[in-house]
């Protein structure tokens, strides 16, 4: 999300819906100012004006993985596409019609790509994981490498101020079987959480409540068949 919003008076009564779109829509991303309204679909991008209008629509090659930007913090920069353990196609930018905008050269076979502001410039960042010994990149909103950290078969990728300082960090995971934690504007390696091995499959970093100070570090992963998940505060605890 991109902060806390006016709370808004409680609604008694049914709700009824203002306009529909048909298909399958994976993710939403919307700027309050201007009402811009960003979907995702398995293999298509749309901006939506407030009336439920398609204003742009475009596809993304099969296959393919996108992650969305937020329009207030992403002008130009739509979405970025990525095939999970595919080097051929790289990671690539999109304009709001679909349009390439850039394409980054990958070292080896992306396993997870996550897009947060985490210099603290109110522009989002790419953040890439990858497969063998690619490690882990973070790109500008134009695809230039900013900083890289030295990491092996890093799954997945995440950010958002889990230490409380004011600015975000990288958060991942690895087969070293630890959560890693990264300073956002230059790479800086904070201490490793180490959760139960079976904990480090997947890892995403959320507030709870929007008054909180610092986010909180989810991870999940499954042992012998069981799922299981844990929250962690940036120091482990």
Same mark, same amino acid.
């Given at each position: 999300g991109a902060g806390a919003s006016t709370a808004q008076p409680a609604v008694s009564g049914l709700l009824t819906a203002a306009w529909s779109l048909p298909g399958r829509w994976s993710g939403v991303a919307t700027d309050e100012k201007t009402g811009v309204i960003r979907a995702l679909g398995d293999d298509r991008f749309a901006e939506i004006d407030v009336q439920g209008r398609i204003r742009h629509g475009s596809r993304f090659p099969w296959n393919s993985e996108a992650r969305l930007l937020r329009p207030a913090k992403s002008p130009r920069l739509a979405f970025v596409t990525f095939t999970p353990w595919g080097i051929r196609r790289g990671v690539v930018g999109h304009g709001v019609r679909g349009e390439s905008l850039w394409y980054y050269v990958v070292p080896d076979a992306p396993d997870d790509v996550w897009v947060s502001d985490v210099d603290g410039d109110k522009i989002d960042e790419v953040i890439i994981g990858y497969n063998g010994r690619g490690g882990l990149h973070v790109l500008d909103d134009?695809?230039? %490498?900013?900083?890289?950290?030295? %990491?092996?078969?890093?799954w997945m990728v995440a950010a958002g101020d889990v230490l409380g300082l004011g600015t975000s960090q990288v958060v991942t995971t690895s087969a070293r079987g630890r959560i890693h934690i990264f300073n956002g504007t230059d790479g800086t390696g904070r201490p490793d959480i180490a959760p139960p091995p079976h904990l480090t499959r997947v890892v995403r970093v959320r507030k709870i409540h929007a008054g909180d100070e610092a986010a909180t570090i989810f991870a999940a992963g499954s042992n012998r068949g069981v799922s299981t998940a844990m929250a962690f505060s940036g120091s482990g605890d």
């Open positions: 134009q695809g230039r %490498l900013g900083w890289t950290a030295s %990491l092996a078969n890093v």
